[in-house]
């Protein structure tokens, strides 16, 4: 009898641990370790998507943007509770919470968020209303929305130092530029203080080091190339919708202004193949520029191999070898950059991979900047240095025929769409990347070491 009852007390006194563990609770430091390193605390120009990521996810614990955008390319609040806008989306009314703070202590009123939006665009007539924001623009902005959820949009003003000073829930305790950062919670957040005490981060640590930093308890959160999930005890992965795109780029000197030399290339290229075995089946082959879930016609862009197409597109004509580089921090990038190389030759084409000398092809990766597919269109093409997208209208028709016009001619070679992953250790609760890459760290907790 008695051993029953040890039996039903240990049961019953590891239910209730158990529940503690896991119940949400405040403190602790939470440890992320990351690729890049940052000089400032400013994004990134372009065609550097692991900064960019970097740089957004620490941007966007320090402050926060008028709206944000979900998956599904639905606006939801954030600084901004409502909106409305007239029929011809020329003029605009935010209705702004009350009583938001920056970290400094000075009022986050529609007057000081005016003169942050109006600095970063001139052409707008951004100004204040009582507690309302109004936004005036000569031209129509039907996707403001999705503009203003963007990174380079967020509400943060700078202190003397350059160190951003937001409306988030963290704010910035030390900056060593290129080396670490340390967070802190805001205890006044308009969202809520956060379940952890502070956050530190540690900069320039490869995708290797990271993942051994994690195996050894060193690290909590830590990125991770999408084709090669940790394999560290208890850790959990986490993988975004495809929010990349890997792609093959001419430079403005490049030696191939032939366009059947550039038609030749894209068609010679076997997608699949470094799909499978070089990315280990991460993300999908792609001909277009943005991913198939935000547009559902990707299929319309061709991306099987045809040597023999090729090969006729280059008949009679003499071909001048050509320089492919690549970025150098991304663990893949020259892997892949031989096989386009070796599957260009195939078709007669001579490409050489060099890190070297003036180039007249790159192998980027570029980051997929929002869900809305018309800003995102308009987005990736001044990355990649090409003409801004024409819409004459907002149908899916509209969009594809925008995207087709910009491909023509094939300065750019779309390869692949990829997700973002990520990875936490077996301490960190509530761990729960969203769709879109966010780490959303303000809403998870510590395990009690206790």
């Known amino acids: 009898m008695k051993r029953i009852a040890f039996l039903l007390l240990a049961l019953i006194s590891a239910a209730y641990v158990a529940t503690a563990a896991t119940r949400p609770h405040y403190g602790g430091t939470l440890r992320v370790v990351m690729q890049s390193a940052p000089a400032t605390l400013e994004l990134p120009g372009v065609n550097a998507p692991t900064d960019y990521w970097d740089m957004t ?10 709206v944000k955008i979900d998956a599904e390319d639905r606006p939801q609040p954030a600084l901004a509770l409502a909106w409305q806008h007239d029929s011809a989306a020329r003029h605009w009314q935010f209705t702004l919470r009350h009583g938001v703070k920056f970290h400094d202590g000075s009022p986050a009123t529609a007057t000081a968020i005016a003169q942050i939006l109006g600095a970063l665009h001139a ?15 000569d031209s129509p902005i039907p996707s403001l929305l999705a503009e203003l959820a963007l990174p380079r949009n967020l509400i943060v003003t700078r202190n003397a130092s350059g160190v951003p000073v937001g409306t988030g829930p963290f704010r910035v305790v030390e900056f060593q530029p290129g080396k670490s950062l340390k967070l802190a919670a805001s205890e006044d957040s308009w969202a809520g203080r956060p379940f952890l005490d502070a956050i530190e981060i540690e900069f320039g640590k490869s995708l290797r080091d990271q993942a051994l930093a994690l195996d050894l308890g060193r690290a909590d959160v830590i990125e991770s190339a999408p084709q090669t999930a940790t394999a560290a005890p208890r850790s959990r992965t986490a993988s975004s919708l495809s929010m990349e795109l890997m792609a093959l780029v001419f ?22 193949p470094i799909q499978s075995v070089l990315l280990k089946g991460a993300g999908e082959p792609a001909a277009c520029i943005l991913p198939n879930w935000m547009t559902g016609y990707s299929a319309a ?3 099987q191999v045809n040597v023999q197409r090729a090969k006729t597109l280059l008949a009679d004509s003499h071909q001048p ?10 663990p893949q990038a020259q892997l892949i950059a031989e096989r386009i190389a070796l599957n260009a030759r195939e078709a007669g084409i001579t490409v050489q991979v060099s890190l070297s000398g003036a180039d007249d092809i790159r192998l980027v990766r570029i980051a997929l900047p929002n869900p809305d597919p018309a800003l995102a269109l308009r987005e990736m093409a001044r990355q990649l240095a090409l003409p801004q997208p024409v819409l004459h209208g907002n149908r899916v028709e509209d969009l594809y025929q925008a995207e087709r016009a910009l491909l023509d001619g094939d300065a750019v070679i779309p390869l692949f769409h990829l997700p973002v992953a990520s990875a936490a250790g077996a301490r960190v609760h509530g761990w729960a990347p969203d769709q879109l890459g966010a780490w959303n760290l303000a809403d998870i907790w510590l395990e009690d070491s206790r």
Do not use: E, M
């Not at 996810?57 to 008028?66: I, K």
């Open 57 to 66: 996810r620490v941007l966007s614990l320090v402050g926060d943007n008028l």
């Open 301 to 303: 862009f061709a991306t």
């Open 321 to 330: 070898a050509l320089t492919l580089s690549y970025d150098p921090r991304d």
């Open 123 to 137: 052409d707008w007539d951004v100004h204040a209303a009582a507690d309302s924001l109004i936004i005036d623009t």
């Open 251 to 272: 430079t403005t000197n490049s030696k191939a202004p032939d366009v059947h030399l550039r038609q030749a290339l894209a068609l010679s290229i076997d997608r699949k």
